[in-house]
């Protein structure tokens, strides 16, 4: 029998959920590969049926794991990549730096989620303002279209890990922000999220400990940031 149009096993999806696999500075850390494995594939899945369930776009049933080396980066205008700010932030190499700035230049979107303070902020711009380091990291207001498409988020929401029921902050930052990498014409290619693990959200949808409120945030959020991403 044939899937339908809003079925989170449609293999004609128009969606894909890549992850970045990326080095770290140092080795180790949380995750079977390293930082860029935490939650996988749970999370991943996870959001592939939440898209499913709670919007019009049609999703492939797999999650898919790429380097910034691989050329089919290109064929995905998705990519999404978390706890870079771990280990001593990323790791790119000259090839991987080449693709991910020509792969946002020709429209491709870059969503960076799950790191806390400014300690790990620190880490992970340091390595990241190598992909354009003529470009700033502009914070988004609240007010931005980003946080409307879809869902009407307010503007940036802390979602917190899994064990962390009353939404404490991790680090040394008490409220969650958006930054951004733009294009010439104003178009986001990077989003960054800090100090807030939208992540945990999807990976523990249905833990009995993890707080509904919380998980809902995490989809609206992503959904609406999937949505920008295939309409601008």
């Known amino acids: 029998m044939p899937a339908s149009a809003n079925s989170a096993e449609d293999l004609a999806g128009e969606f894909a959920f890549v992850r970045l696999q990326y080095d770290s500075y140092f080795r180790g850390g949380f995750g079977y590969g390293g930082p860029w494995s935490v939650d996988f594939p ?22 898919i794991v790429l380097r910034l080396d ?23 190499s000259p090839p991987e730096i080449a693709n991910l700035r020509e792969y ?3 429209g491709g979107f870059l969503l960076i989620d799950d790191f806390w303070g400014t300690r790990e902020w620190d880490a992970f711009a340091s390595s990241f303002n190598n992909i354009f380091p003529g470009r700033e990291m502009v914070q988004l ?22 064990g962390n029921v009353d939404n404490v902050p991790e680090r040394d930052i008490d409220q969650a922000s958006v ?27 249905y833990h009995p400990r993890y707080p509904t409120q ?4 995490a989809y609206q959020l992503g959904i609406n ?8």
Do not use: K
């Not at 749970?42 to 797999?62: E, I, K, T």
């Not at 691989?70 to 790119?92: S, T």
């Not at 207001?141 to 899994?162: C, K, N, S, W």
């Not at 010439?184 to 523990?204: P, Q």
């Open 70 to 92: 691989d050329e089919q980066i290109f064929e995905y205008p998705f990519i999404y990549a978390l706890e870079m700010g771990r280990n001593g932030g990323p790791y790119f």
């Open 42 to 63: 749970d999370a991943d899945r996870n959001f592939l049926r939440g898209v499913a369930r709670l919007s019009h776009v049609r999703v492939m049933p797999d999650p």
């Open 225 to 232: 940031y999937l949505i920008y991403s295939m309409t601008h």
């Open 141 to 162: 207001p609240p007010d931005h279209e980003i946080f409307r498409l879809y869902y009407d988020t307010g503007g940036p929401q802390m979602v917190p890990a899994l």
């Open 214 to 217: 919380h998980a809902n945030t």
């Open 179 to 205: 930054h951004a990498i733009l294009d010439d014409d104003g178009r986001i290619m990077v989003l960054i999220n800090w100090n807030t693990d939208m992540g945990d959200g999807w990976e523990h949808t």
């Open 104 to 106: 946002l230049l020709r």
